[in-house]
């Protein structure tokens, strides 16, 4: 397709990895015109922060990779509007916290969580995700160095906790 409006429409799936500051601060137009995306991959940008994910609007969007963006737990707020988000990665993202976490109880479709390797979650923000998430059928905790051994003894037999002892 010659002319990128005109087909951005119709694309389903989106990688836009590794954005220095200069293209972030640009993202919300740009993912502006991708609509329909089903998959989007922010994943290596660290100059992604919550100001690119506000008040964007994909009613389709399954599939978000965030890992090592910037994003806080005022994304999450963000997020919990795409209303058939199944996917989320968000390894590596520092900024995410428990409280943020306490969110996720409003997600009635995610069924995978990545939060490997965020350094701010602990036992407590599992638990909320694990208790307050019904569709959640996988759980990736690996690398974070706050949540202990005791979170798999909690952990209902439906969900797939992934964690490093």
Same mark, same amino acid.
């Given at each position: 397709?010659?002319?990128?409006?005109?087909?951005?429409?119709?694309?389903?799936?989106?990688?836009?990895?590794?954005l220095?500051?200069?293209?972030?601060?640009q993202?919300?137009?740009?993912?502006?015109f991708?609509?329909? #995306? /089903? $998959? &989007?991959? %922010?994943a290596?940008s660290?100059? +992604? *922060? =919550?100001?690119?994910?506000?008040?964007?609007?994909?009613?389709?969007?399954?599939?978000?990779n965030?890992?090592?963006?910037?994003?806080?737990d005022q994304?999450?707020?963000?997020?919990?509007?795409?209303?058939?988000?199944?996917?989320l990665?968000l390894?590596?993202?520092?900024?995410?916290?428990?409280?943020?976490?306490?969110?996720?109880?409003?997600?009635?479709? #995610? /069924? $995978? &969580?990545? %939060?490997s390797?965020c350094?701010? +979650? *602990? =036992?407590?923000g599992?638990?909320?995700v694990?208790?307050?998430?019904?569709?959640?059928?996988?759980?990736?905790?690996?690398?974070?160095?706050?949540?202990?051994?005791?979170?798999?003894?909690s952990c209902?037999?439906?969900?797939?906790?992934?964690?490093?002892?």
């Amino acid at each position: 397709c010659v002319n990128i409006p005109a087909c951005a429409g119709a694309l389903t799936r989106l990688e836009l990895a590794s954005l220095d500051a200069a293209h972030s601060g640009q993202l919300r137009r740009v993912l502006s015109f991708f609509p329909n #995306l /089903q $998959e &989007l991959s %922010l994943a290596g940008s660290p100059d +992604v *922060s =919550d100001a690119a994910l506000k008040k964007l609007a994909f009613p389709k969007l399954q599939l978000l990779n965030l890992s090592s963006t910037r994003v806080t737990d005022q994304a999450i707020e963000q997020l919990m509007r795409l209303p058939v988000l199944r996917m989320l990665n968000l390894r590596g993202c520092n900024l995410v916290t428990d409280a943020g976490l306490l969110i996720f109880e409003l997600c009635h479709s #995610l /069924q $995978e &969580l990545d %939060l490997s390797e965020c350094a701010c +979650v *602990s =036992d407590r923000g599992v638990h909320a995700v694990m208790q307050g998430v019904r569709s959640l059928v996988s759980l990736n905790v690996v690398g974070c160095k706050a949540v202990s051994r005791e979170v798999l003894h909690s952990c209902p037999h439906h969900l797939h906790l992934k964690h490093s002892l």
